[in-house]
C-alpha cells in the first residue's frame, strides 16, 4: 500500500477528516456526537464549528467515504448519522500510515532540539 503525502499546505484540511475518519471508524454518529467526541477526546485542543464540521462530512460523503443516514428522533426531530463505507475505511488507513510517516519525520528533526 502507497503511503499517502501529508500536503503541509493541506495540514489542517487533512487533519480535520482524519480526526472525522477516526470517530466514525467503529461505530456510526451525527454531526454533533462527532464535534463532542473529538473535542473531549483532545481535552479541548480540537474544536469544530457547524460552519467547519458540516461542509467536511459533506465532502466526505460526496467522495464516498462516509454515508449520511437520516432518522426520526423524536415527533419533530431528524438527526443525519454518518458512518464509514468500505472505501473510507481504506482510506482512514491509508491517512493514518500517511500521518504516521509524517509524524516520524517532523519528530525525527525537531527532536535535534532535545540533543
Request: hydrophobic share 35%; charged share 30%; aromatic share 14%.
Amino acid at each position: 500500500m502507497d503511503i499517502p503525502i501529508i500536503e503541509i499546505p493541506y495540514l489542517t484540511k487533512n487533519c480535520n477528516e482524519i480526526l472525522i475518519l477516526a470517530v466514525l471508524f467503529k461505530e456510526k454518529k451525527h454531526g454533533y456526537q462527532i464535534a463532542l467526541e473529538i473535542e473531549e477526546k483532545s481535552d479541548g485542543l480540537f474544536k469544530f464549528n457547524h460552519g467547519t464540521l458540516y461542509p467536511i462530512l459533506h465532502k466526505l460523503e460526496k467522495e464516498g467515504l462516509i454515508k449520511g443516514t437520516w432518522k426520526q428522533e423524536g415527533p419533530k426531530r431528524q438527526r443525519k448519522y454518518y458512518n464509514l463505507t468500505a472505501k473510507g475505511k481504506k482510506y482512514a488507513t491509508a491517512q493514518l500510515a500517511g500521518w504516521e510517516k509524517f509524524f516520524k519525520e517532523f519528530f525525527d528533526i525537531v527532536g535535534e532540539i532535545k540533543k
